[in-house]
């Protein structure tokens, strides 16, 4: 029955599941940019503190990943989100009525640590309601209400904030991860069969269950993607007005309407073709993206920019995101997930430390060009890992028993 299921990709379990993600997805990107302001005007909080409140959130989801992909291959999906996005509803209570630093930095951590659990678990959740050979276009679609949010979020909450207030702000976001929440209460779904569960909680947590070496490498190359995210987002607005380019903001709202067509469209064609020439071409264009911003000296270079990175980037990660949870099979589908997003989680993350040491050597430009040469160095160890991968393939074909050169030995 379940099977059955499976066969269509627009059946009700995906759905409700994308709508799930887009709401959860509205309420972190309102919230998100608000911190930082929020911990400085109504905690007194130093710039220097308030941005370590910010940025300990991703750190708290980063140590989670390993962990929350290695439970959902173990234990039920569906009630690990349900109490991951309870735990992210109860974190926007504690925005509202946090009366000091110490107690916002708590919440931070539940917060990243919930999120690190949900969205790990929410991608392995929702692999079971796409059709195995639809998987890269199932995940495209299933990141479209992300970008929305991105894209809405941060406006619609700022919009809000200055009308409502702060503590207004984060009821409403409360209010709709509750309803989300509730939601997956009554969401029907079959746990698949399971690997039989380790003897202790040490073994079910050692190394080879909470990261999957076998998609590693698919999980470095799209942790380049993230690096240079990090890097754009922190040097950009610095760069524009070193080079006197106006209305940089614009860079962003190309990148979220490319990106959502990639979306929309790249997973069919890596689902029928593979993923190597879709990676190939997603690093390629991304390369070129961070020469030319580097490069960049007026508004309409900065965007061809934004369009050739958005759709390297589109292409590229949600490739590599199927790719993960198809090699790895459906009973390691969380700690596959999990896998992939430590890389993102650490690329988006050392992308601003590292290129921030170059830029103040040697000025934004260098950071950009710096990002260009690791994605190209990226695409050649793609490729070499891909040719390995057949070689071996082709290897185990001609061993088969059952394949022409190494006959039948049953006969």
């Known amino acids: 029955m379940e099977k059955k299921a499976k066969e269509k990709l627009w059946n009700g379990k995906f759905i409700f599941l994308i709508v799930i993600s887009c709401i959860t997805g509205f309420g972190f990107n309102m919230v998100y940019t608000m911190v930082v302001d929020y911990s400085v005007t109504h905690l007194s ?3 220097s503190v308030a941005g370590l409140i910010s940025g300990i959130y991703s750190i708290a989801a980063l140590m989670m990943r390993p962990f929350a992909g290695a439970a959902s291959d173990f234990y039920n999906k569906k009630k690990i989100c349900i109490i991951s996005t309870g735990v992210i509803a109860s974190t926007a209570l504690g925005y509202a009525f946090a009366p000091n630093i110490p107690c916002m930095f708590a919440v931070r951590i539940l917060h990243g640590a919930a999120f690190g659990v949900s969205s790990t678990v929410n991608i392995a959740l929702v692999s079971f309601c796409i059709p195995h050979d ?7 679609y299933y990141g479209l209400g992300q970008i929305l949010a991105s894209a809405v979020g941060p406006g619609m909450g700022a919009a809000i904030q200055e009308k409502y207030g702060y503590e207004t702000l984060f009821l409403i976001i409360f209010a709709l991860t509750a309803v989300a929440t509730i939601g997956l ?42 690096f240079s ?4 987002n922190a040097f950009l607005k610095t760069f524009c007005e070193s080079r006197n380019i106006p209305n940089y903001a614009v860079f962003f709202t190309v990148s979220a309407i490319v990106l959502f067509g990639m979306r929309l469209s790249i997973g069919k064609i890596a689902d029928k073709k593979g993923i190597t020439g879709i990676v190939n071409f997603s690093l390629i264009a991304s390369f070129a993206a961070m020469v030319l911003l580097g490069k960049s000296t007026s508004l309409a270079m900065l965007l061809v920019a934004a369009a050739l990175k958005a759709a390297g980037q589109g292409g590229g990660q949600v490739s590599l995101q199927a790719e993960c949870i198809k090699k790895a099979g459906p009973e390691r589908s969380g700690v596959a997930a999990g896998t992939f997003y430590i890389g993102a989680d650490i690329g988006q993350g050392i992308g601003p430390a590292i290129s921030g040491v170059i830029a103040a050597s040697f000025g934004c430009e260098a950071a950009f060009f710096f990002t260009g040469v690791l994605l190209l160095a990226g695409c050649v160890l793609f490729n070499y890992y891909q040719k390995k991968q057949k070689d071996i393939a082709v290897e185990n074909i001609e061993a088969s028993p059952l394949s022409p050169e190494g006959g039948d030995t049953d006969a």
């Open 229 to 232: 995210n990090g890097v754009v």
């Open 134 to 140: 639809r998987m890269a276009e199932g995940l495209g």
């Open 45 to 47: 909080a130093t710039l």
């Open 185 to 226: 209460c009554f969401f029907r779904y079959q746990e698949p069969a399971k690997e039989k569960k380790p003897d202790s909680f040490a073994a079910m947590l050692s190394p080879k269950r909470i990261i999957a070496t076998d998609v590693l490498m698919y999980a470095v190359i799209g942790s380049l993607f993230s």
